[in-house]
């Protein structure tokens, strides 16, 4: 089982939907999780991150996390062209030699199309 | 501020050959890293530097040296470069190292031939 893992894609959304990526974490001591996006040939940048359970929004985006569940998403709301990425989750390891690292999944492309 | 820079974009070697991938950021952040990124396989972290003076291996660490050079600077060697090191090489900090947001530097292409 991968420590992370995404939805696998890609994932294609009309202009205007709600485009929902999701993400499962292995390690249950887990405390913070990323969402990077990722275009084309480019670096990740961060979107959100989230330490608490339940939701955090921030403009159309908002991320959902369920520890109990090992469980987090990001939900773009009012999905635009300019959203077609990759999406990337991010795990941050809970103890042993996993403290502290980032652990990424392997993405999920998000095509919006007009 | 540039954030994280560097050097060198895109580089061409042969088998055997040795390179260093320089890296070097301008937010006084503690903590940096360095990624390979595959197909299909996300970001795996090779060496990372919790904190000047210090470095650890990471998930993928075979094949490669780094050095924390001082605060800014945080370089990565491949010593005898195999095909296998293809790949896109990302250089990332954070202001500390737990829970703390990684910012990453545009990236290295690297084609081992």
């Known amino acids: ?114 | 501020n540039a954030g994280v820079t560097q050097t060198p974009k895109f580089q061409v070697l042969k088998t055997g050959q040795s390179m260093t991938l320089q890296c070097a950021q301008d937010m006084n952040h503690n903590s940096m890293y360095w990624y390979r990124q595959d197909p299909g396989m996300g970001l795996r972290l090779i060496y990372y530097s919790a904190s000047e003076g210090t470095t650890d291996k990471g998930e993928v660490p075979n094949g490669y040296n780094v050095s924390r050079l001082n605060k800014r600077e945080f370089s990565l060697r491949l010593e005898s470069a195999a095909p296998s090191q293809t790949s896109v090489y990302f250089c990332a900090s954070s202001a500390g190292w737990y829970q703390e947001t990684q910012y990453f530097g545009p990236g290295t292409r690297l084609l081992v031939l």
């Open chain 1, 1 to 114: 089982q991968k420590e992370v893992e995404q939805n696998s894609g890609p994932l294609s959304v009309p202009e205007g939907a709600i485009a929902s990526l999701n993400c499962t974490y292995s390690d249950r001591g887990s405390q913070s999780f990323f969402w990077y996006r990722q275009y084309s040939g480019k670096s990740p940048e961060l979107i959100m991150f989230i330490y608490s359970n339940g939701d955090k929004e921030d403009g159309r985006f908002t991320a959902q996390l369920n520890k109990a569940s090992q469980y987090v998403s990001l939900l773009i709301r009012d999905s635009q062209p300019s959203d077609s990425a990759t999406y990337l989750c991010a795990v941050s390891g809970a103890g042993g030699t996993s403290y502290g690292k980032l652990t990424f999944g392997q993405g999920t492309i998000l095509t919006v199309h007009p």
